[in-house]
């Protein structure tokens, strides 16, 4: 069953890896390093696919640095996840191996490509191939059989499952797999259209991208067809190595043998203690090269999934009844398997471990509270856990609700997922922000049309001597919901559309006609700006115009962006390489920076983050812009920002000794033009994830002048100099503390003195009486001070502290009908309230002052024997 390298005998995952990459490369590809987890791509969560990074080049977005690429990509989904581990082929992170052509070659030679790679370079046995084709593709099928050689009685004609597209639009395409035959003892046969799906396993996937579908629904063939492949190196690993499953290969035997380790459990001797050993292996790959590129766990987003993974592998290891940790065995595991690929892995394992073990330590916490919920839930029951049950779990104690459907499942019980859906959409109508970006009438087709008529906006305001140019105005668009306003499209702008965190500059556009006031400016589609504006008089396409920003803005917007820089470049030195930027704003008046890191930020580390950034600043260094490929600007070791999308050209800003940033946004021109950085708060603001805001130049300025306001106001009134406040605070509170210890020490004796009056009041060894304005501490003071200095049967004593609350303590010495605490629950609901004790001293609190007198006169009736 196994294949052979040329070299001979079976690949490991290393070898497979070199194989296909030297391949293509000796046939023109260039060498591609694989992408992050996390994609530039706001569509997608994760890197799904090889091609995933390789989309704005499909799409027409930008142009492809090269015409032949490969790369080996890793990649993770999660629509498998709940069959992960039942099957032999199934994993969430996985190695797309995969060969591109951005309008070079095409199905004549990808066919003969994957052929030859496949049978000759890896091994296998062509016999036991088989392909499909879409049911359209007379082309691909012809090819296979005239080019390869292949037997057309193992060439199947499939639909949909055949046929790749990209969305409801744009490129698409058919395609062609090549599946392995495992033999009749995996399954039925008729090949993969027909047969058992665990006999023909699928090894690659070619797809030919030569349609382009229009918004109008209808398809037009691509000027220059592409070819994007994908070959899972997990699957091909099993053929070649000789095995059944994916997780008897080289990249999965020591997870499940750390996996063994941890719990105690041994393959092979029970089904479902095998599923849960390989669920273990595969979720603890998935978490730690996750956390490696930079995903946290969290309630929402990618920092979900992560929680979910994380959590499905603890509830499998606790099925065993270990007591140790399982997030560091496995993280330790995978830094051997993947460490070798993909280096990262281990330079940040100790970032990993830490993240997932404190997500561990985390869950086992609220494990047992949220159990007991659910078993609440379950024992309600009539075979179903409600949508809200099942919100709380996921809203309190952070239980996705695939895990409470799986715990569910166990004991036979469904979840009332509609009902979910209904408290997570009310959640979400709450969080939901009120505005929203207003898009032009036109919407993205308008924009293209506009782009492919006039080309991209050319941004000519980089520096202070281009914020006024002559442009000429080649579209107006009103925006929809807004009959005020309209965007206007400019052949070459001054105006920074909003990119980066950077928000979009503002000014004017000026016409011999009418004069536009620019609000905003922001990108309605790669490549094209739109200046958002109110109009006075009338400016229409065709006119020559001056366009003008708002200098002082802008200059302020350059001092935040590079300070902003400064800050990231700061906060990675003092906490760590593991800061990674989630998140910013840059706006005239204060910055805002959002990272990754795993706990709080120490005052001492924030002030180390503020001194270095302003240390940066007194160099008054320049600011170097430079433009070069993206893996010369990776080899500079220049940090990507988040969110952002970069081509083959990218600008690298070079701020200072200690940033070094991919970043299109505008910058000062020397750092000491940035003006003092003023950390304004520091904050956590979900999981992992932290918060900074600062403000620059004037901004810091005005802040630091208002700050030395209040230290001279605080100075006059303590009759003091600022730099003598703390001295003259310290005074005022040590005469405070005397005050307040003295003030104490009166409404000591004046209760003691009240006790000794109350004792005086006694009938019948029994005190009932009314004292508004005191505490319920006082209460309770005063009411065992007289039943004790009196030698009394028992002493009540109400009031109301505030007139607003009711308080009543009853003190007794527990003979006869004298039951402090049964006496307090018996008068505490006339006051709207509860309460109770010991037989000695017992207290109620409650709402409704009004009841007092009622509560005393039972109380007189209960000593009494009433």
């Not at 400016?539 to 200059?555: F, I, M, N, P």
Request: with cysteine.
């Amino acid at each position: 069953m196994s294949g052979t390298a040329r070299s001979g005998g079976p690949l490991d995952a290393a070898r497979l890896r070199a194989a296909f990459v030297d391949f293509f490369v000796a046939r023109g590809h260039v060498a591609v390093p694989s992408a992050s987890l996390i994609p530039h791509d706001p569509s997608v969560l994760f890197t799904i696919a090889g091609m995933v990074p390789f989309k704005p080049y499909f799409v027409g977005e930008e142009r492809a640095p090269w015409k032949r690429a490969t790369t080996v990509q890793k990649c993770f989904r999660t629509v498998d996840i709940d069959i992960v581990g039942t099957t032999s082929r199934h994993c969430t992170f996985f190695e797309m191996l995969g060969n591109f052509s951005f309008g070079d070659y095409f199905k004549s030679e990808a066919i003969p490509f994957a052929w030859e790679l496949v049978t000759e370079v890896l091994g296998i046995d062509g016999d036991r191939l088989w392909v499909t084709v879409h049911e359209s593709d007379d082309e691909a099928e012809q090819i296979w059989v005239d080019v390869v050689g292949m037997d057309a009685g193992r060439i199947q004609r499939m639909g949909d499952d055949n046929f790749w597209k990209m969305g409801e639009t744009g490129p698409r395409g058919p395609s062609s797999e090549i599946y392995y035959d495992k033999g009749p003892a995996a399954g039925a046969e008729g090949g993969p259209a027909h047969g058992g799906a665990d006999r023909f396993v699928e090894l690659w996937n070619l797809v030919f991208m030569q349609y382009n579908r229009r918004a109008d629904g209808s398809t037009e063939d691509l000027p220059r067809p592409s070819i994007d492949t994908g070959a899972g190196l997990e699957r091909i690993l099993p053929v070649l190595q000789g095995v059944e499953s994916i997780f008897e290969t080289d990249v999965f035997v020591p997870m499940v043998e750390a996996a063994q380790a941890v719990t105690g459990a041994v393959v092979g001797r029970d089904a479902r203690v095998d599923t849960d050993l390989r669920v273990l292996a595969d979720h603890g790959r998935s978490m730690a090269m996750l956390v490696a590129d930079g995903v946290l766990p969290a309630n929402d987003g990618r920092g979900y999934v992560l929680r979910r993974i994380v959590r499905r592998a603890v509830r499998r290891a606790q099925r065993f009844g270990g007591a140790d940790l399982v997030t560091p065995v496995l993280v330790e595991a995978a830094a051997g398997v993947l460490g070798g690929a993909y280096p990262t892995l281990i330079e940040a394992k100790g970032l990993v471990t830490d993240v997932l073990v404190r997500e561990e330590e985390g869950f086992l916490r609220t494990l047992t509270t949220g159990s007991a919920l659910l078993d609440e839930a379950l024992a309600a029951g009539d075979g179903t856990i409600s949508g809200e049950a099942a919100f709380r779990l996921h809203d309190t104690f952070g239980f996705p609700v695939e895990l409470t459907r799986e715990m569910a499942a166990e004991s036979g019980v469904e979840v009332d997922m509609a009902g979910f859906e209904v408290a997570m959409e009310r959640q979400r109508s709450l969080a939901r922000a009120a505005s929203r970006a207003v898009r032009p009438t036109g919407g993205d087709e308008t924009y293209r049309s506009i782009l492919d008529a006039e080309g991209r906006t050319i941004f000519v305001g980089d520096s202070p001597d281009r914020y006024a140019v002559a442009v000429r105005v080649v579209a107006v668009v009103p925006v929809a919901d807004d009959s005020n306003r309209v965007d206007v499209f400019l052949d070459r702008t001054p105006f920074y559309a909003e990119g980066g965190g950077q928000v979009g500059d503002t000014g004017t556009i000026v016409t011999e006609t009418g004069v536009a006031t620019v609000v905003d400016t922001v990108p309605a589609v790669p490549g094209l700006s739109a200046h958002r504006a109110t109009v006075t008089g009338e400016v229409h396409a065709g006119q020559d115009a001056l366009a003008t920003v708002d200098a002082v803005r802008r200059e302020a917007l350059r001092r935040n962006h590079t300070g902003t820089h400064l800050l990231h470049a700061a906060l990675r030195t003092v906490l760590g390489d593991h800061v990674r930027q989630q998140g910013s704003l840059v706006a005239p008046d204060r910055l805002r920076f959002d990272f990754s890191h795993p706990g709080g930020v120490r005052p001492e580390e924030l002030e180390a983050v503020t001194e270095l950034a302003n240390a940066d600043v007194l160099t008054d260094e320049r600011v170097t812009v430079t433009e070069t490929s993206k893996v010369e600007a990776e080899a500079m070791g220049a940090l990507a920002f988040f969110g952002d999308k970069y081509g083959d050209r990218v600008r690298v800003v070079r701020a200072g000794a200690h940033s070094v940033e991919l970043c299109g946004g505008t910058h000062v021109d020397a750092l000491g033009m940035i003006g003092p950085i003023v950390v304004v708060s520091e904050s956590s603001i979900g999981s992992n994830t932290r918060r900074i805001e600062a403000v620059t130049g004037r901004g810091a300025f005005d802040r630091l002048r208002a700050r030395q306001a209040v230290l001279e106001e605080a100075a006059a009134l303590l009759r003091t100099e600022p730099e003598n406040l703390p001295e003259a605070i310290e005074r005022v509170l040590v005469r405070q503390r005397a005050a307040e210890k003295d003030l104490e020490s009166l409404r000591a004796r004046e209760l003691h003195e009240e006790a000794r009056r109350l004792a005086g009041e006694a009938v019948d060894g029994v005190v009932v009486a009314r004292r508004d304005g005191v505490t319920t501490d006082g209460l309770r003071t005063m009411a065992t001070e007289a039943c004790r200095a009196g030698r009394l049967r028992a002493v009540v004593v109400a009031g109301s502290p505030d007139g607003e609350r009711a308080a009543i303590v009853a003190a007794a010495d527990g003979s006869g009908n004298a039951h402090a605490g049964d006496l307090v629950k018996r008068i505490a609901p006339l006051l709207g309230g509860g309460g109770g004790g010991s037989k000695e001293v017992a207290v109620a609190g409650g709402k409704d002052p009004s009841g007092l007198e009622a509560a005393l006169d039972d109380a007189r009736r209960a000593l009494n024997g009433g």
